[in-house]
């Protein structure tokens, strides 16, 4: 028996002893952790969990000719919280309250889902728990006030992590020509690709530490600052682009085309003002899919005729008032018939004519004629224009033009006549235009530009203003034949269906056959080009129209695309061109009837006194002659706002207690009923301005 116990006290005090050998070997591991080994493991512990993260600079923005918006960042934030840092009996009392306050600002969710989710994250010990996503900057600051929250990120745990969103406030306007860009793909368009390095900034860095649900800031202090990024400041204008779009989307729904595009260029300076381009989608609606100004090619048709007519006048071989004979519209080139669309009609005209009604014969001849033994001598002339090469614009998609030449594979004798009229040959848009632009400035034709100026916190860094490059492309009497041509075309031409009586143009309509496969296909699809100018003896814009595949039973330029550039030039014309005043005559405005108050202000501006004077409160005045008289107004009896403008009339009547229906714009022509009748109160008067 005491052997046994013996033997049982030796198994306990081993027992104890190994026990309390095993805590000392543990205490003592713990002891070399902590104290003799600490800063190597909590460097490694660093260095797993603390990194360094990139911070985004704010990225800069891209403005209009006048300093409107086109693309900017906004502020989007994501809070967190963190649950540790607040005070337990300060939580207990406002937890309830931020509740409420989350709730109202974001009542989606109820005040009980916000005090369940914040007591969880607080019960959970979390320290980077998420509240909300996409949160904008007023919402932030408003957040940054309630309850808890405001004790801000020491006290109140409050994290709000700034992002950005690019937004275009102008929203479809030139769309794809400013762009996109998307840093961690290395993908984009538009401008916002071109001018990232300026735009995008210098990223900054600072520490990090990776816990459950993200990575915590470890301070507020970042190691390297970001540079915020520059601005860009280009050419568009924004009244002209919508002018453009407009303008373009309404002729592509009337049409039924595929796409289309409209570019609009300074002619003395090469700045584009507006570039709109827009493709059907497959729900029949128009939007900026693709930049086709830019980065289609095509066969261009008879407005390539306008840089024929030029070679034609460099070289001497024709004046615009010399006869050609057309051979009633129809010539064959080596048994291929070369036909113009009114065939028959005439033998001679004028080669201004000729240009005006588009004759293809006419063109052929006059190139063939000239240039078949020396075609390399018109090639020089189209190279001379650059329409061998890209333009060079800022932006990224500058499609490589085709043109064609004597030491190509592809030159046969067809090639000839029929490059002339604008085959056999593939540019974009704003290469058409670009060469067209610079043969109507005198001969001086000018780089293509989209950006004036790129700034950095006010500062002009980037000057393009300064760098403007130009050539001779031809002479100033070329140019001025060139008008002289391109204004005839509206006179008795083409175009002359879209006359305008608000400004003079002038231009070249083009209507090519689209090649499918390298055939030209019997369903017979086109594309329809005019570029022109305005106005037409002193330009100060050229414009680029093309419709492609129209298909609603019209596709002759003059009646598809003319009109659109028509509708731009007219529009642009009345908003922006200075025009002159003649100054040697005494002009008076053409009102007859109003208020007095308002005669009173334009004839003290206008120096134009009254011949007597007049007590009533609307009268009728002829400025020329300075006489007046008034228009006496009885209680319900219809008065005559014959001559009223459509606000003064509205306001007359409305006082009378009539209610009016108006339509026109302009002045009262017509009213119903006739003045001096008898009307009663809220009655419905009508009213028609002309």
Known sequence: MTNIKKGIMWRVVFGMSAVVLFAIVVSFKMFTIQIVEGEKWLAMSDSTTIRRQNITPARGNIYSDDGSLLSTSMPIYEIRWDATVVNKDTFRVYVSDLAIELSRLFPEHTASYYSSLLKTARRDKNRYKLIRRKVDYHQQKAMAEMSIFKKGRYKGGFLPQLNTKRVKPAGELAHRTIGWYHNEQNQGVGLERSYDQDLGGVKGERLVQRISGGNRPLNDENLIEPQNGRDVHTTINIDFQEIAQRSLEKALIKHNAHHGSVVVMEVATGKI?????????????????????IGESY?????????????????????????MDIMNGERDYFGKPMRDSDRGRFKKMSFKQAFARSSNVAFSSIIFDNYAQNPSK???????????????????????????????????????????????????????????????NNGDMIKPRLVNEVTDA???VKDNNERVESKKVCSKETSAKIKELTAEVFLSGSASGVRSNVVSMGGKTGTAQIATKGQYQKSRIYNASFVGHFPADEPVYSVFVMVN?????????????????A????????????????????????????YYSDFKVLN???????????????????????????????????????????????????????QAKMTGNGRVVEQSPAAGSRVTKNQHVYIRLN
């Open 567 to 594: 509708e731009v030039a007219e529009k642009i014309f009345t908003i922006s061109v200075k025009q002159k005043v003649d100054d040697t005559s005494t002009r008076f405005p053409n009102y007859t009837s109003g």
């Open 299 to 323: 066969e261009p048709g008879s407005v390539w005729k306008v840089y024929s007519a030029m070679a034609a006048f460099e070289d001497g071989l024709i004046n615009p008032e010399d006869s």
């Open 458 to 460: 006010g500062l002009v």
């Open 604 to 658: 003290s501006a206008l120096n134009v006194e009254l011949t007597q004077e007049v007590n009533n409160e609307v009268i009728a005045m002829n400025a020329k002659t300075g006489k007046a008289k008034g228009l006496n107004i009885e209680d319900n009896k219809m008065p005559n706002v014959r001559g009223l403008g459509a606000k003064d009339a509205i306001y007359l009547l409305e006082r009378y207690g009539l």
């Open 378 to 440: 018109y090639i020089s002339h189209l190279r001379k224009l650059d329409l061998d090469k890209t333009t060079g614009i800022e932006i990224l998609g500058d499609a490589e033009p085709f043109l064609n030449h004597p030491e190509s594979s592809t030159w046969s004798q067809l090639t000839l006549p029929w490059l002339a009229i604008g085959y056999e040959n593939q540019h974009t848009a704003l290469q058409l235009l670009t060469a067209y632009n610079g043969i109507i």
């Open 273 to 293: 003002k507006a570039i709109a381009n827009l493709k059907r989608t497959e729900s029949g609606v128009y939007r900026e899919l693709y930049n086709y100004a």
């Open 549 to 565: 595949q129209p298909s609603n039973g019209q596709f002759y330029a003059s009646s598809v695309a003319a009109p659109v550039f």
